[in-house]
C-alpha cells in the first residue's frame, strides 16, 4: 500500500509543477456535467494520460482531464469525468484522484454524478442533494493496509457528506431559484443497471438515488478529512421495466446541465 503513497506523491508533484497555486477546493464532474468547466477561468488543462500514474476512463461523456483554474478568484481543479470501478479498475485505482487531491491541499470536494432515480417522487432532471450512502458491494477502497498519511485506519462515516455545505447549498438554491431534493444515494457496482427487483429492495433499504460511481470516492475523502459536498442529477427513473441507455442518462444531464452548473459555481463562491 506504501507503492500507493509514492504514486500518489508522484502525481501531486507533477500536477503542482504545472499550477501557479495550490487548490482548496476539487470538482468531480459526472457523465454529462462537464460543461462547468467553461465557467473556470485561466483553465490550465492536464489530460490524465499525461500524468503518472493516472488512468482514463473509455465512457462516453467522461473528458479524461484535470482542469485548474479559478471561480470567483478561488483556485479550484475539477476532474471532467472520472473512471470508474465497472471498466475494471480496482477501488484503489478508482479512488487514486483523491489521495492526489489530498497531497494538494484540497480541503473541500464537490461530487457530483448522473443516478437514476428510486424514490418515486423524483423526476428526471432532478438535482438531488446526497445526505447519507449505502454501499452495496462488499469491496472498500481503504481495504488493506491503512496508510497513515491519508488517514486514520477506522474512520468515522456518520458525517461523510458535510451538513454545512448542504446547507450552503440549499441557501444558494433558495437563491437562484433552483429545487432541490434531498436523499440517500446507493452505489451499485455495475455495468448493468438494476433490476426491478433490484430497485425494489433498494428503495425498502431506504435510498433515493442510485448510481455506480461517487461512494468510494466519497470514503476515500472522508478518509482524508476532506469535506464532501454530494450532488446526484436524476437522469432516468428506475425500476419500470423500461429499457435504459447510456446516451439517454447523457442526454437527460446535458438538459439539467444549466442549472447544475449554477448550483456550484455560487456554491464555491460562498464557501
Known amino acids: 500500500m506504501q507503492e500507493i503513497l509514492k504514486k500518489a506523491t508522484e502525481s501531486a508533484r507533477y500536477i503542482r509543477s504545472l499550477i501557479p497555486n495550490m487548490p482548496?477546493?476539487?470538482v468531480i464532474l459526472g457523465s454529462g456535467l462537464g460543461n462547468l468547466v467553461n465557467e473556470i477561468r485561466d483553465k490550465i488543462e492536464i489530460p490524465y494520460a499525461q500524468i503518472p500514474n493516472f488512468k482514463v476512463s473509455g465512457v462516453s461523456g467522461h473528458g479524461n482531464k484535470l482542469i485548474y483554474g479559478t471561480v470567483y478568484g478561488k483556485p479550484v481543479i475539477a476532474m471532467q469525468g472520472?473512471?470508474?470501478?465497472y471498466e475494471g479498475y480496482t477501488m484503489q485505482e478508482v479512488t487514486f484522484p483523491i489521495k492526489v487531491f489530498a497531497l494538494l491541499g484540497v480541503s473541500k470536494l464537490i461530487v457530483?454524478?448522473?443516478s437514476g432515480a428510486v424514490n418515486k417522487k423524483f423526476?428526471?432532471?432532478?438535482?438531488?442533494?446526497?445526505?447519507?450512502?449505502?454501499?452495496?458491494?462488499?469491496d472498500s477502497p481503504l481495504r488493506g493496509e491503512n496508510i497513515e498519511e491519508f488517514g486514520i485506519r477506522f474512520p468515522d462515516m456518520s458525517s461523510a457528506y458535510s451538513k454545512r455545505l448542504i446547507e450552503v447549498a440549499k441557501e444558494v438554491g433558495k437563491k437562484l431559484k433552483i429545487d432541490l431534493e434531498e436523499g440517500v444515494f446507493a452505489f451499485m457496482p455495475g455495468p448493468q443497471y438494476e433490476t426491478p427487483a433490484e430497485i425494489k429492495m433498494l428503495d425498502i433499504l431506504g435510498a433515493d438515488a442510485v448510481s455506480m460511481s461517487t461512494v468510494p470516492e466519497v470514503i476515500s475523502a472522508a478518509h482524508s478529512g476532506i469535506e464532501v459536498l454530494g450532488i446526484s442529477c436524476i437522469t432516468n427513473t428506475t425500476g419500470s421495466g423500461e429499457k435504459l441507455s447510456h446516451a439517454e442518462v447523457?442526454?437527460?444531464?446535458?438538459?439539467a446541465s444549466e442549472k447544475f452548473v449554477d448550483l456550484v459555481i455560487e456554491v464555491i463562491n460562498k464557501i
Open 24 to 26: 482548496e477546493i476539487a
Open 123 to 138: 423526476r428526471t432532471g432532478d438535482l438531488m442533494l446526497i445526505t447519507d450512502h449505502i454501499k452495496m458491494y462488499g
Open 112 to 114: 457530483s454524478t448522473a
Open 82 to 85: 472520472r473512471y470508474h470501478f
Open 250 to 255: 447523457v442526454e437527460a444531464a446535458n438538459a
